[in-house]
C-alpha cells in the first residue's frame, strides 16, 4: 500500500470522517453584490442536546454539504427533552460542533434559544460567548444576558402556533425592540413565511431573517431547500456576518423565493442573469432573440411590467441552470443598438406580495 | 379549525413528528417466495449511545421510509466515544427507539455489537432480552452470555480494515462457530462485500447477511440504497425472523446485487419478472417479441446461458419499473405454442461469479 | 463472433432500429377493472405527412415507448404545409407507420383529421379503411363518408382558440351529434382542458377522449406526461377498443388527473391502491395506522369527505410508487376489526371540479 | 386580450413553434480559452430527406435546445430510403432547416455524407455552397466537387461495422489526405470510439472531430449527452468555425470524456475548474483543505500524480455543479502560501490511454 493511500485510512478515517456524502457540497451560486460578499447562513439550527435528533458534528457536516457558509448552533435554553440521556452543559452542543471545524470549513456561531409561552415567545441569541448565563428565570433577564456579551439577538418563528400562521405583535415585543435589545425578526422558519413580519421589517427598519430550523436529517432535494438567510458582508468572518446583522444586510431564501430590500435584490439579480447579445432573427418583421441564462438553483420568474414599444412575452421563466430564448419585436424602423425591457420578477420579493423591478438591457450584436 | 385537523395538530405534533420526510416510503417490491413471506431487515445499526451520529427515535423513523421491516439497533457495548455527554446503559438506546413504535410499524430488535480487534473482530448478537450483561473483558463470555438470553450472533464485516477488504478465517472463528455460538456472517457490510465470506457460507452453512452498518442519517438516493438481509419468514413477527435466521433464509442485497442460495434467489427472480405474451412481429421471417417488465428498483441484468435453435440478443437489461421488449427469431417451421429462453442472471448471485441460471418461460398469445 | 451476435446485427440493425431508446417501456400502470381490460390510447397524432415534424415509423416507436397501447396516426386530411417535399396520399403515413409493426407490438389505428375553421372545428376519423376519399369540400361530405366507412369520429379540442380557451357548442355540432355521425370529444387535448365539454360528455352520453395532438417528438419526463384515452375493452384488439369507443367506456389521463364516468373511475381506485394490514401504535390512544401503497406514476390526492367518530388528516397525497402511511385514532372501547375512511379523491374527476367519493376499508391485522 | 398576448398568439405561434420544449437550453459551460472562444457543435446529422426520422426544424431547435452553437445537416448524397415520399434534391433539407433560423440563433452548416462501401467509407462535406453536384458515381469526383466548393471534408467513423468497432486505415484513405481533401476524423460517432483514428490524429496532424451522427430525436437525459465537437474559434461565425477546423483546433465530447490535444484540454481545465482560498484545518497536523467547484456538467476524475511531500488522497472526482472538499496535509514546519498539487485528469484524454497532467495551484487564505 502506498504512502498517500496509508495516510488517507489513517489519517482522515481516524478523524471519523463519513465518505457517505462527505466532501461533496452544493453550490447556490449565488453572486456577490456591489462592495459585498454575498454569504449563506443559517442561524437557527438543533441538536440532541435539546429536542433535535442529530449529533452536533453531523449538523456541520450536513451544513456545510448543503451549502451553507455560516451555522449557528441554537439549542433550546430551556427545553431539553433529551436530558436524561444527554447531559453537559448549554455550551456543549457547540463544543462537540467545533470540533468538525477540522473537518469541513465552514464558520459556526455560538447560539441558543431562549424559549417562552407566548406571547413572549422564542429568541435566538446568536455570537454568544457563553450560553449557561441564559438560564434564567424571567425572560428579560436572559436575554439581556445575551445583548450584555455581545450577541445578536433575534424573534423566532413570529406566527408560529398563531392561527393560520399569522405573526402577531404583542407589547412585549414592542418593549424588547424599543431597548433595542431585539434586532431582527425571522419572517421565514422552516416551512412558514411570515408576510406580516416582512413588512414590519421593512417598516421598523429591523434586520429580517430566514432560518432552517432543523431538528432532524437536512434531507435537501432539488425540489426542497433549506431557508437561508443571505448575509451582504464586507469580510467572509464572524465579525463581518455580526457587522452585516446590526446593519440589517439580509435578505431570505425561502422556498424559491427570495424576500429583501430592493437595495439588495437588485444587485443579486443583476449579477445572477447573463444575458447573451441580441440578435436579428427575422429582419422584416423587426423579430430579435437574446439568451438569458439563470445560473442560481431556482427558476426565476419574470412578467413583462409596464407598456412598451417592444413587443414580448407577457411572462417568461429562467429555467434554473438553464439558458431560455426570449424573443422580442421591435417597431418598425428601429435602429437603436440598445433595448430595456421591464420586468417584475415575481419571486424576488421586495415587499410581501410584491415583486422586484427590474430592467433587462438587451445590447445587439 | 375543525376538529380533525386539531387532533392532527396536538396529537401527531405533540409527538413530535417530522413531517419533512414523514409517512412517504420506498418500497422495495421484493416479492414473496412459495412457503415464505419475504422481509427487508438491517440487522446492524448505531445511534448516538455508541459512535453514530443520529437518535433512535430517528433511526427507526429513516429505516421505515427506506422500507426497511425490521431493524436491529446494535450500539456497541465497549466502544461508546460520546459517553462522556451521552449517558444510560445498554438498553437505553433501544427503549428509546421503541418509543417511535408509536409513530412507525416497524419490527425493531435489542441488539448491540461486542467489539474486538483483529484476529477476533466484531460480533453482532440481535434478539437479546439485556444488553448490560453483554460488557465483559473476555469476548468469550460475552458471546456465551449473548447465546444464554438466546440471541443470534453473526460475524460483522469480515474484511473490514483487512488488505484489500479480503476476508480473513482465523482460528478464532473456528472456535466460535464450532460451538454453535456463531451462527451467521456479514458478506456485505456499508459499501464493502466479501466474496470469500459468501463462499464460506455456501461451504459451510452458515447464514449470510448484509447491513448498512448505518452510523449518520442514510442518504438514499436512487443510485445508492442501503445493503439490507432479505430473510424468508413463515409469519411477520421477531419470531419469524428469528427462525428464518437459524435456518439460513436469507439472502443479501447489495449493491444492486442479490446474492444468496440459488433455492431463494430462484422464486425471487421469478415472481418478480413479470412476462407478457409472446406475439409474432414478423410472421415469415419467424420473429416473435415478448414484453418483460421488471417491478424492482434496480435493473435485472441477463446474459444468453446455453446454445438454442432461438436466436436472442446475448445481453439484454430489464430495466427497473419498466418493460423491454426481448426479440427472438424461431426456426422455419416451428410450430410450437411455448418456447423456453435460457439465461443467466448476472446480479443475482448464486457463488462468487456465479450468476443464478434461469429460464424465460414465454407462451404465444 | 458469435452466431448469436452475427444474428443481433443483421437481422436487427438491418431492420433499421434505433437502440438509442429502444425496448425500454414506460408502464402506466393503470390496472384493469371488472369485466373490462384498460389500454393506454393516443387517438391523435401526427407525421411529416401533415404538419407533424417526425417520420411516422418514429411516431409508432415512441408510442410504444410511452407506454401507449394503441395509436391512431391522424395527419389533416386538409392541411399539408410539407406536401411540397413529401408526397404520397391520405393512406400514406400510416402505411409507412405499419412498417414499425415488425419492430413494435403496438395497436396501430388508421385515423385522419378533418380539418375546418370555427364554428365548424377539427374532427378526427379512426379506424378509417381508406383515408383518401375524406378530402371532399363539403365536411359534412367528408363525415359521412368516414362514417360510410365504419370509423368511429370525434370532435378535437372544442376550446381550441375561443377565448380563454372556453369550449363553445355550435349549431354544428348539434347537427352531427343528432345525426349519430360524431360520438366522442376530447374533453383533453395537448396541455388544454375543456371542462365544458367533460360535462356535455356527461350530460348528453358522449364518449370523452384525451389525445397528445402530438407533431413533434414526445419529450415524456417524470413531470409532464403525454395525455391518454383509457380505453376499457373486452378484448386487446382493434374491434374491442372500437367497441368500447362506441359504448363509452373511456376516461381520460390529463396531466396527472383522470377524468371519466364514476362506473370507470371507481374500480380504477379501488384496483390501483393496495391496503396493508391496520396496525395498532398506540393502544391505550387508540391511533391505529396502515400502509397504503400507489403503484402508479402519478401522485393521488385524498380528502377526508364527511364526518366520522375516526380521527385523521384532513389531506393526505399517495405518492407515486411509494407506500404512505395513514394515522387515525378510534374512538375509546372500539371493538371492530373493519373500519371505513371515506375520501374524495381530488384528481380523479368524475364531472368537472368534482373529486370521486370512495371508502377505504381497512381490516386489523 | 391585451396586445403582448395577442402578439405572442399571432406572431409566434403562427411561426409554428412548438413551446413544448422550446426555449429553454442546456449549457454545457465548456469556457472559452486564452485567444479562443469555445463553441460545442455537431458537424453530422440526419433529417426525414436521407435516413434520418425527423424534419430538419426539427433537427435545429433540438440542436439549439442541447447547447448545439453550430449544426451541422449532412443527409447522405446517394442513400435516401425514404425517397419514394420525400422529394426535393440535395439541398432541400438544408434550406428548409434555414427556416428555423427565424426561431432559434444557431449557425447551420450545409453538408452532405459522400457514402461508399468500405475501404470507402462515408465523408462528410461542410460548409457546402451546392450539394447537389456531389451525387456523382465515382467518389473520388464527390470529394473533388466538394474541395472545389470550399468545402472541409472529414472521414466518418472508421471502425463503423469493423470487427470490435477497430479503425482501420486503407490505401484509399491514405489517397485522400495525401491530397489534402480529407482533412479531418471522427475519432467519436454516435456511441462509438475509436482509439486508433485518436492517434492517427495526433500523429498526422489531422483534425479530430466527434459528432451526434443522430438520425431519430435527440433524447439527451443527464446521464447521456450527444457527442461534440468543441471547436475554438477567434469568431462565432461559420468563417470562424471553418477556419478553427483547418487548423486544428478542435476536442471532442464523447460520454463524459474530452479527447484533444494538450494545448487546448489544458486551458478548457484551468478555465473550468474554480479554486477557493486553502484555509487550515488542523494547524498543529499540517493539514488543510480547499474547495474546487466544477461547472462543467460531466464529473471530471483526478488521480494525483508523481510523488509530493504533500499527503492527499489519491483519487478524487470534481463532482458536476458541486463543489468538493480537497484535504490535504503539508510537512512540518511548513511556511509557503502556495502549493502546487500535480493530478492526472483521467477524463481529460490527451493521446489514447493518457490523461491531462494538471497542476493545482493553491493559495493560502
Redesign the interface.
Known sequence: ?????V??LV??CSA?M?F????????WSFPDIPGYITLTCDFHSHT??S?????P??RV??A?SNGVDALAITDHVEYRP?K?????DLN?SFE?ASQS?????ILLIKGGEITRELPVGHYNAIFLTDANPLDKQNYMDAIQEAVKQGAFVFWNHPGWTQ?GTKAVWYPEQTELFNRGWVKGIEIANDREYYPEAFQWCLDKNITMLGNSDI???A?VTPAEHLNMTLVFVTEKSLQGIKDALLAGRTAVFFQDKLMGREQYLKPLFENSVRMGRA?V??EK?G?W?V?V?NPLLFDIELK?STKSDI????H?VL?S?????L?F?VPEKFTDKEIILPFIVQNFLVAPGQGLQVELKIVKE
Not at 311 to 314: F, G, L, T
Request: net charge positive; with cysteine.
Open positions: 500500500m502506498n504512502k498517500r493511500l495516510f488517507f489519517f482522515f471519523g463519513l457517505s456524502r462527505s466532501g461533496v457540497r452544493t453550490e440532541v442536546f429536542d433535535g435528533t442529530i449529533w458534528t453531523e457536516e450536513e456545510w433529551h436524561q440521556d444527554v447531559i453537559g456543549r462537540i471545524l477540522s473537518n469541513w470549513p392561527p431538528h432532524g436529517p434531507i440578435q432573427l427575422v418583421k423579430v432573440c439568451e441564462y413583462a413587443q414580448y412575452a407577457e417568461f429555467a441552470q438553464k439558458s431560455v430564448l424573443r419585436k
